[in-house]
């Protein structure tokens, strides 16, 4: 299995330009993460999926972000329009209900 | 509402010697805790879980943590460090309801030392 596999690997962009964040999750996990990381602020839970659907967004930060999962193996995490603030290490995580999460490698996004 | 504790932002020991990174969680239902490593330009890489079996955990690398209910704790320990070690390392717990919703501490800077 090839993990769980997040593009792009580093994004750099203009104020105000829309990132897409996207991730592949291992094939049969019911469950998927997008966390944020940034030094002040450790790890943030965004937003979680099970079965595709929706469960708590109460992470996200403002409606400025959005996440889909419109199938099992594909989610899209978007921020439209992007900030300096929203420059982080983002990552998204798989796992089956129960189990420890499997985590990508990350996307490193930088707004300038 | 679930909550972790780390103890410590940064752990220095000598190679060779005990590694202890300190976590106590709370949890008002039987938790599901975790320890994951960081390694730097990584992902978190889960090390060991604790899902109401044996108390103590046994994970990769030689790791091991105790669950001890009495005290709210979830301490990792490694015998002997090795400079392969160093890396940041998160205490999390799980809650068993839909999703499993994680948390996760802030972090535990692992420095190891020739």
């Known amino acids: 299995d090839a993990g769980v596999i997040q593009s792009p690997r580093h994004e750099v962009t203009e104020m105000g330009q829309e990132v897409t964040l996207r991730c592949k999750p291992i094939s049969g996990h019911n469950s998927l993460f997008w966390y944020r990381q940034t030094m002040m602020r450790g790890l943030e839970l965004l937003i979680y999926?099970?079965?595709?659907?929706?469960?708590?967004d109460s992470g996200m930060p403002e409606d400025r972000f959005s996440a889909k999962m419109p199938n099992a193996s594909f989610s899209t995490l978007k921020i439209q329009p992007s900030e300096p603030r929203d420059s982080a290490v983002y990552f998204c995580?798989?796992?089956?209900?129960?189990?420890?999460?499997?985590f990508g490698s990350g996307t490193r996004l930088t707004v300038v | 509402a679930q909550s972790v504790t780390q103890l410590g932002s940064h752990v220095s020991v000598s190679e060779g010697a005990l590694v202890l990174l300190r976590c106590n969680y709370s949890?008002?239902?039987?938790?599901?805790l975790f320890w994951y490593v960081q390694y730097p330009n990584q992902g978190l890489q889960l090390l060991l879980k604790y899902t109401s079996a044996a108390t103590l955990v046994k994970g990769i690398n030689g790791f091991e943590a105790e669950f001890k209910k009495s005290e709210t704790s979830f301490h990792l320990t490694k015998p002997s460090a090795h400079m392969s070690d160093a890396a940041e390392y998160f205490c999390?717990?799980?809650?068993?309801?839909?999703?499993?919703?994680?948390?996760f501490g802030a972090g535990t800077r692992l420095f190891v030392k020739a």
């Open positions: 995580a798989s796992s089956q209900t129960g189990n420890g999460y499997t």
């Open positions: 949890s008002s239902v039987p938790p599901y």
């Open positions: 999390a717990v799980s809650d068993r309801g839909g999703g499993f919703k994680t948390i």
């Open positions: 999926f099970n079965n595709n659907v929706p469960i708590d």
